[in-house]
């Protein structure tokens, strides 16, 4: 094969974008509870079987809780938030890796201040997010922690 013809090179543009590469809605309005937040797919590779996107939350935005089989590795690249996986709740910063296992409720918030981005790595081909039905959010408020930061 030949490596030039697969090359790719996408400078950064500063501000956390980078050409060439389309700046898009987290996700559909609609199809979940979700604020403030954009998607940049950075890189697509079907025989990696992965993808790598990079997602940023204005103040007071918040990813989708949700839940599924495949799972998450995340690293965070700009500012700080929260983030809540099964029953922890953490202050995350730049840097901090986080991994969600398959099947764990999980949320980013962003924090006050610069907006809050990160890496998310996750499989081409991936089953559709679950969203907490009454019952479930009632067990995910047992937990002090959690209660807490649901409410936010
Ligand atoms: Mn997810």
């Not at 609609?30 to 604020?35: Q, R, V």
């Not at 993808?51 to 939350?57: A, K």
């Not at 700009?78 to 901090?96: I, L, N, Y």
Request: proline letters at 5%; charged letters at 25%.
């Amino acid at each position: 094969m030949d490596i030039e013809q697969r090359s790719t090179f996408r400078p950064g543009q500063g501000n956390f974008r980078w050409e060439g590469v389309a700046h898009q809605p987290y996700k559909q309005e609609g199809e979940a509870p979700f604020k403030d937040i954009s998607r940049q797919v950075l890189f697509h590779d079907d025989a990696l079987a992965c993808e790598l996107r990079y997602f940023e939350m204005d103040t007071g935005g918040y990813s989708t809780l949700e839940r599924h089989e495949h799972t998450h590795a995340v690293m965070i690249l700009r500012g700080q938030g929260q983030c809540m996986v099964g029953s922890e709740v953490r202050a995350v910063k730049q840097f901090d890796l986080v991994t969600i296992p398959a099947w764990t409720w999980h949320q980013f918030r962003a924090s006050a201040g610069e907006p809050f981005g990160f890496l998310c790595m996750v499989n081409t081909t991936r089953d559709r997010p679950v969203l907490p039905g009454e019952a479930e959010l009632a067990e995910m408020r047992a937990n002090p922690a959690v209660a807490a930061f649901l409410r936010e």
